[in-house]
């Protein structure tokens, strides 16, 4: 079955700079990947989809790249602030049409 | 999209007890999805909750351990029975909220974190 890799440690950045989060997929090449945030204490908030055929997907200082030679979606929040700190969840199609979670990478943006 | 609310928030639970999670969206939906998310870990699908059939739980989770009910559209329950401190986990409640490039998302209460001693 798919399998969802995300990297579990950390990643702390500066206020301003762009931060890129990774997600990989072991098995076959999904359909899409979704992209949710979730904060402490809340449940996941879905922020964006990026389908198979799709290169690259923007919304707002958001962008979402998939590479399927590489098996690997690309996140990325350009001019960062604190407030995108967060856990940034990535997830697919996966057994029985539902979906799958990697475990997430927490992000940190300092001032 | 659809507003869902969770109680309890969070609990405290003693070893050997049970504790009934309540779902409640403020729109009529087919299915419902009880996930649970563990210290660290990803959120894994315990269910499927249908209005009017049993519920459809993935391999790993058992009836007898988490019976689910829905009784209608915009309802359901999680009963975590039998605790133990490896079931202390955050529970999240969450539906189908609209398609988004032809595939659906969800979207998730704000999860009632289960602490069991």
């Known amino acids: 079955s798919q399998k969802i890799e995300q990297n579990s440690e950390a990643l702390n950045i500066q206020e301003g700079k762009t931060a890129t989060l990774t997600c990989n997929y072991t098995?076959?090449?999904?359909?899409?990947l979704q992209w949710y945030r979730q904060d402490p204490g809340r449940g996941p908030v879905f922020l964006l989809l990026?389908?198979?055929?799709?290169k690259e997907k923007r919304k707002e200082r958001l962008k979402v790249t998939f590479d399927t030679t590489l098996k690997q979606s690309l996140f990325h929040i350009t001019a960062s602030q604190p407030a995108d700190s967060a856990t940034y969840l990535c997830a697919t199609r996966g057994a029985g049409n539902m979906l799958t979670f990697g475990g997430g990478t927490r992000l940190m943006v300092k001032p | 999209s659809a507003v869902i609310s969770q109680k309890p928030s969070r609990d405290i639970c003693q070893r050997g007890t049970s504790l009934t999670i309540q779902c409640q969206v403020d729109?009529?939906?087919?299915?419902m999805f009880w996930y649970r998310q563990q210290p660290g870990q990803s959120l894994t699908l315990i269910a499927t909750?249908?209005?009017?059939?049993?519920?459809?739980?993935e391999s790993g989770f058992v009836i007898d351990k988490f019976p689910i009910s829905r009784p209608n559209l915009t309802f359901s329950t999680l009963t975590v029975s039998n605790m133990s401190p490896e079931d202390s986990s955050i529970y999240l409640c969450s539906v189908f909220s609209g398609r988004v490039s032809g595939a659906n998302v969800l979207t998730f209460g704000a999860g009632s974190r289960l602490t069991v001693l």
């Open positions: 729109s009529q939906v087919t299915m």
């Open positions: 990026i389908r198979e055929n799709e």
């Open positions: 909750a249908n209005q009017g059939s049993e519920a459809t739980y």
């Open positions: 098995n076959y090449s999904p359909a899409y």
